[in-house]
């Protein structure tokens, strides 16, 4: 795996980032060269044609990426990859269109444009099935053998088995009885754990992952210390999990781990710097939405009975409570019988006017102004309502840890997880905030933003 944002992204997934970038760009360099009065290199060197390509070529990847081609790579329907990659080069003629408004220079020929979508039609749905067909599966997966099969380890078997891109197939698992629970991707019981070094002889795997629940006991030390001497990788489940899931598994975690862990936690100096650039992102995200914050307060003013700002309790930094700014979504008096509740699927307390600012997540943009006061950054954990938080942080071990950081408008769990209203919802979010706690830095947080709007264009995440 490549280390990209403080993330780990499979070497396959970029593989096919950067070969249909350059599959786009021969498409409509191809387009110059059979439609073109000069030669390619003429067009590239002195008419800007390497500037107008790029144009192009970044408005198709950004099609396929606001498609989720780059989040999916198995390939499902043919039929609906073409319709997607219809729809990617209709985001590229968009965007020449609104580009030809403000610098006309910057745009390709219209028989350069055509010539190279037409071809950028045939040859990127035809390249991504030969991926997905041939090299997907010619691809050397790492084989790993999996020594217990706790939840983690069950998660981590399902997950490289539904995405093929990982690179990663299970060549079974070791453990006192075979599991309980259907695990698609964990491979076969091999048989009692006392059979790790003739397993490990015989099936020569990458790579050793320990998830036992319980290893006091357990643990087969003076093996596992020889087949590492011997050459064999091995890492504890929970490390696997976070490469691949992007999220710290809450149930592996010891009071110990987070005491001498010295990567857990953001240092001072990113702490510093993520205020200052949130605090410069409020001050421009105010003034280039005045006329939409001026529009939605007159909307929520004039189609419901009370004020239009409404201000809710949250937990913030370590712990203390604010107040959240936001343009209510809500009748007034929504919770007067009912006390605080989560918000549910077609929530009858919500106004019409709401339903679309929550779906849009104009409802947060008042939130700007709790960054300029400190008391919220642009990304990081979701501030939680106090009466949750109590039962919270009773039901989830470490579910306090989140406060120890400035709550966000935005957050990695918010981006990588749909909206949930169980305790089970929770546990996974916090799974992301640990996660995003860890590994907290500028690059991560440009990677959320950017994120972002694609889950606010496609009515995506929490509410």
Request: glycine share 8%; with cysteine.
């Amino acid at each position: 795996m490549i280390r990209l944002f403080r993330i780990s992204l499979p070497v396959s997934l970029v593989g096919l980032i950067v070969t249909e970038t350059l599959l786009a760009y021969f498409c409509y360099l191809a387009a110059w060269a059979l439609t073109g009065d000069v030669d390619v290199e003429f067009f590239l060197r002195f008419e800007g044609g390497l500037e107008r390509t790029s144009i192009a070529v970044a408005s198709i990847l950004l099609g396929v990426y606001f498609n989720d081609l780059y989040s999916e790579i198995k390939i499902l329907s043919r039929l609906r990859l073409v319709q997607q990659y219809c729809l990617v080069l209709g985001v590229a003629f968009l965007a020449q269109a609104i580009l030809g408004y403000l610098s006309p220079d910057l745009i390709l020929g219209r028989a350069q444009m055509m010539t190279g979508s037409a071809l950028a039609l045939v040859l990127l749905p035809a390249w991504r099935m030969l991926y997905g067909v041939v090299v997907l599966q010619v691809w050397y997966r790492e084989r790993i053998l999996f020594l217990g099969a706790n939840r983690n380890v069950r998660t981590i078997a399902f997950t490289i088995h539904d995405r093929p891109h990982l690179a990663m197939t299970s060549v079974g698992y070791l453990a006192p009885e075979p599991a309980a629970e259907d695990s698609p991707g964990l491979g076969p019981w091999l048989g009692g754990i006392g059979l790790l070094t003739e397993r490990y002889a015989a099936l020569k795997p990458d790579l050793i992952v320990v998830g036992l629940d319980e290893r006091r006991g357990n643990l087969p030390l003076a093996e596992l210390l020889a087949l590492r001497l011997g050459g064999a990788r091995v890492e504890y489940a929970a490390a696997l999990y976070e490469r691949v899931m992007w999220r710290v598994p809450v149930d592996a975690l010891r009071p110990s781990h987070l005491i001498f862990s010295s990567e857990l936690g953001p240092n001072r100096r990113n702490l510093l710097l993520q205020r200052g650039y949130s605090y410069l992102i409020a001050i421009t995200g105010i003034l280039l939405t005045l006329p939409v914050l001026a529009a939605v307060w007159l909307a929520v003013r004039l189609t419901s009975r009370g004020p239009a700002i409404y201000r809710q309790r949250r937990v913030g930094l370590n712990g203390k409570v604010f107040e959240v700014f936001k343009f209510r979504s809500m009748y007034v008096d929504a919770e007067a019988r009912t006390g605080a509740v989560w918000a549910v699927k077609d929530d009858p307390r919500i106004t019409p006017v709401g339903r679309w600012l929550r779906k849009l997540r104009l409802d947060e943009l008042p939130q700007f102004f709790n960054v300029l006061r400190g008391e919220m950054s642009i990304v990081g954990p979701r501030p939680e309502r106090p009466e949750f938080v109590k039962v919270l942080t009773e039901q989830i071990p470490f579910y306090g840890q989140r406060h120890t950081i400035l709550p966000g408008i935005t957050g990695w769990a918010q981006i990588n997880h749909k909206y949930g209203d169980t305790i089970e919802d929770s546990f996974t979010k916090l799974e992301y905030d640990l996660f995003y706690l860890k590994h907290l830095s500028l690059s991560l947080d440009l990677y959320v933003i950017f994120h972002t709007v694609k889950v606010m264009l496609l009515s995506r995440g929490s509410q």
